[in-house]
Nanobody, 119 residues
């Protein structure tokens, strides 16, 4: 079983920055894709940023140029640096990781962390 623990959410003023972290633990053999999703009240969950094992990234149009996803393979941790935050970035942010354990493939989600941007 793979467990994800997120941290770094909170309340910030518009224009400010936050850094989210998501650490994976368990019998992980390898990690393929690490990503961040968000869900605002009354809206569907959407991809914010994703990073694969080859270093390829893709970002939502709304995140491009403001957010940066990165990973520390030694720590099985993915980060999301969010700059120039806007009120519309307010949402619950969840990390998602796909990889393999010694038992086979896995996909895990974090518990979610609230990001609130005040205007």
């Amino acid at each position: 079983q793979v467990r994800l623990v997120e941290s770094g959410g909170g309340l910030v003023q518009a224009g400010g920055s936050l850094r989210l972290s998501c650490a994976a633990s368990g019998s992980i053999f390898s990690i393929n894709t690490m990503g961040w999703y968000r869900q605002a009240p009354g809206k569907q969950r959407e991809l914010v940023a994703r990073l694969d094992s080859g270093g390829r990234t893709n970002y939502a149009d709304s995140a491009e140029g403001r957010f940066t996803i990165s990973r520390d393979n030694a720590k099985n941790t993915v980060y999301l640096q969010m700059n120039s935050l806007k009120a519309e970035d307010t949402a619950v942010y969840s990390c998602n990781i796909l990889g393999r354990t010694t038992s086979g493939r896995f996909e895990s989600w974090g518990q979610g962390t609230q990001v609130t941007v005040s205007s």
